[in-house]
C-alpha cells in the first residue's frame, strides 16, 4: 500500500477526502492512483467503467493497493438505473415494481442480494436508493426510480432497502434529500423549483429519509432542487438551512452527506464547479460527487485547489472541511469493518439453479395486466416506442421485451421508433408505418411514460383505432388509462421486467389479472 507522501500537507489531504470523482476506463489510471496516495478517499464508477465482474473487481483491489480503506462508489438503483449490468439490463426490478408488489421483506431480500453482487466486485458505497416520492406523475428524472406516490409505502421500502444492503456490508445513501419527487424540471438540465408548503414538506416528502436515518442509513444525498419554504435562496445541496439546520439539527443525521453531480447543470450552470463545491461543503455538505461528466485529473484538482483556496482566505472554515474529511474516512472505515474481504466477482454471473432469482420473482410479482385477450402463439411484431433517455437512466442499456419473446416465440420481428420520429410524424401515419411492417403479425406495442409523452400516445390511439388487438406494454409509470386487447404494466423497464412481460405474452407462467387502480 501506497504510503501518503510527505509533502502533501493536512488540508490538501483532506480536500482531497472530500472529493468523489470518477475516471474514464475499466482500468484505474495512473493520476488516480497517485491521488489516493495523496489522501483521496473515494472514487465513483460509472456504466463505461464496468466491462466483466472479474475485470471489475481487479479494478477494486488495485485501488485498495494503493489505499486499503477507500470508498468505491457506484449508482446501482437496479431496474432503469444499473451500472453493473449497463450493456444487457438489470437483473433486478427498481423501486417502483418493489413499491407495487409492496413486500417490505422482498425489498429486503432483492436490496440484500444485490449488495452482495456489489461486494463481490469491491464496491462498498451504493448511491441508492431513491426516497423520493414520485408526487409528480410529470417528473421527467425520478419515475420508477421511486416506490410510488404514497409516502408511507415510500418510506418502509426506503427503510428496507438500506437494511437489505447494508446487511452484507455496503453502505446505501439516501437520495435526494429533501425530496426530488414533485419536481417537472431535470437537474440534469436546470434548477427545478418545488412550491410546497412546510407542512406538505414534513408529511410527504422528508417521511422516507426519516424512516432511512431511524433504519441506520450511512450516507444521504443532497438534491440539487430549489425548495423557498426550506431556503429562498440557495438550493438544497448549498443551503446551510437545510443540510445541516434541517438534515443534521432536525433530523438527527450523523453519517456523511454526499452531493449530488457537481457538474449538472443546476449547479454548474448557476454556480460552476468549484464554487458550487466550496459552497456545499461550507453549508454541511462533506462530500462531492464528481464524474458523470467531467472525469478527468484536471476536475479533481480544480476542486482540491478550490477548497483550499476557500479555507486560506477565510470562505471555508478549517474545521469545517476538517469535520467533512473525517466523516468520509469514517464512513470508508466502517464499510471495511462490516463487509470483510471483497470477493472476486463471480457472484455477478450466479444463477440460481433451485428456483428463479429473487429479482425475476419481484418482476413477475409486480406485473399488472388489464383484459383477457388469451396468449401469442405466433410470433409478433414488437413496436418500441421509444422516448429520450433522462441522464440518470442513459441511453446506453437495452430495454423492451423483444430479446425475451424472441426466446419464446422464435422469428418476433421488432423495429424502434425514437421520440424524434414520434415528434416528427403523423400519429396516424407513424400508426400506418407500423402495421406496414408487421403484416398480419399481431402488434406489441412498448411504450415508457406514455402519459408524458403526447406523440407516443397520439401514435398507439392511432394503432389501437387501426389494430384493436395490439398487445400494449408499458414500462414507465403506469399513469394513463390501460389500452389495448391486453394491458401489461411492469413497473420498470429492467431486464427482468421485460422477460416477465414477455412470459404473460406467450402464456409461459402465471398470469395475474389485475386492474391497476
Known sequence: MTTLVSHTDTLTRDALAVLQPGFLGTTAPDWLLRRLGEGLTSVGLFGRNIDTPERLAALTARLRAER??????????????????VRHGSSFPGNRA?????????????????????????????WAPSADVNSNDDNPVIGVRSFG????????????????????????????????????????????????????????????FRAAIAAGARSVMSAHILLPVLDPDRPATLSGRILTGLLRA????????????????????????????????????????????????????????????AVRSGELPEERLADAAARVRGLAGWTLRAGGAPGSGAAVREEAESGPAVGLVAARRAVRVTGTAGPLTRPP?????????????????????????????????????????????????????????????TVVAVVRDVHRHPGMAGAL???????????????????????????????????????????????????????TP
Not at 452527506?257 to 447543470?265: A, K, L, Q
Not at 437512466?393 to 424524434?420: H, K
Not at 411492469?490 to 407462467?509: D, L, N, P, Q
Open 68 to 85: 486499503g480503506e477507500v470508498l468505491v462508489a457506484i449508482d446501482e438503483e437496479g431496474g432503469d438505473v444499473t451500472r453493473l449490468e
Open 250 to 309: 432536525e433530523l438527527g443525521f450523523r453519517g456523511p452527506i454526499v452531493t449530488d453531480g457537481i457538474e449538472m447543470r443546476a449547479i454548474a450552470s448557476t454556480y460552476g464547479i468549484e464554487r458550487g463545491s466550496v459552497l456545499a461543503i461550507a453549508a454541511g455538505a462533506d462530500a462531492i460527487c464528481v464524474g458523470g461528466g467531467l472525469a478527468d485529473e484536471g476536475t479533481v484538482l480544480r476542486l482540491r485547489d478550490a477548497l483550499v483556496a
Open 149 to 208: 406516490a404514497d409516502p408511507e409505502l415510500v418510506a418502509r421500502h426506503t427503510a428496507a432497502y438500506v437494511e437489505g444492503l447494508q446487511s452484507v456490508g455496503v453502505a446505501a445513501c439516501v437520495k435526494h434529500f429533501p425530496g426530488h419527487g414533485d419536481t417537472a424540471v431535470d437537474s440534469h438540465h436546470s434548477l427545478p423549483r418545488i412550491d410546497a408548503d412546510l407542512d406538505t414538506v414534513h408529511a410527504r416528502d422528508l417521511l422516507p
Open 461 to 515: 390511439d392511432a394503432l389501437l383505432a387501426a389494430r384493436p388487438g395490439t398487445v400494449v406494454v408499458e414500462m414507465g409509470v403506469n399513469a394513463a388509462e390501460p389500452r389495448g386487447a391486453l394491458h401489461i404494466a411492469t413497473h420498470g423497464a429492467a431486464r427482468v421486467c421485460g422477460r416477465a412481460a414477455a412470459e404473460v405474452i406467450a402464456g409461459r407462467g402465471a398470469r395475474t389479472f389485475r386492474t
Open 98 to 126: 418493489l413499491g407495487a408488489v409492496d413486500d417490505p421483506d422482498l425489498t429486503r431480500a432483492v436490496a440484500r442480494e444485490l449488495g452482495g453482487r456489489l461486494a463481490a466486485c469491491g464496491v462498498n458505497l451504493n
Open 381 to 441: 411484431y414488437v413496436a418500441a416506442f421509444t422516448p429520450v433517455a433522462n441522464p440518470a437512466v442513459g441511453d446506453e442499456t437495452p430495454w423492451g421485451v423483444t430479446a425475451e419473446l424472441a426466446r419464446l416465440l422464435p422469428g418476433t420481428a421488432t423495429g424502434s421508433y425514437s421520440g424524434s420520429v414520434m415528434a416528427d410524424s403523423e400519429p396516424a401515419a407513424l400508426a400506418a408505418a407500423v402495421l406496414a411492417a408487421a403484416g398480419d403479425r
